[in-house]
């Protein structure tokens, strides 16, 4: 399977924005869908996730409250709708995908998802926050 982050952008503080993940392949139904952020120098931290059935979400703190993670299986899509934007969500985001049976949990090895959780990545998709 591959995936394809878009969405991203250039915003004020306060605006909004929302990622898209596409899923091509013919397994891509299978996945379970993360989205992870980084900013150089740091290491790739966790952001939201959502099960393959999609009755599963996870949120990291930071974001709890203003993102929402949400799933099309029609068109095999994963959105991540941010709001409230911060200068400090400013990093390049990533999608990410793990293969799962459809009754399983969100994957994850520790309280939250880490990326070694995730075997198939995206692109990435840079946002910016201006203050």
């Known amino acids: 399977v591959q995936l394809q982050a878009s969405g991203g952008g250039l915003v004020q503080a306060g605006g909004s924005l929302r990622l898209s993940c596409a899923a091509s392949?013919?397994?891509?139904?299978?996945?379970?869908i993360a989205w992870f952020r980084q900013v150089p120098g740091n290491e790739r931290e966790f952001v939201a996730a959502i099960s393959r059935s999609g009755g599963n979400t996870q949120y990291a703190d930071s974001v709890k409250g203003r993102f929402a993670i949400s799933r099309n299986t029609a068109t095999r899509t994963t959105f991540l709708q941010m709001n409230s934007l911060k200068p400090e969500d400013t990093a390049v985001y990533y999608c990410a995908g793990k293969s799962t049976i459809l009754s399983a949990p969100i994957p994850a090895s520790q309280d939250t998802p880490i990326p070694a959780d995730y075997d198939v990545w995206g692109q990435g998709t840079q946002v910016t926050v201006s203050s």
């Open positions: 392949g013919g397994n891509a139904y299978r996945y379970a």
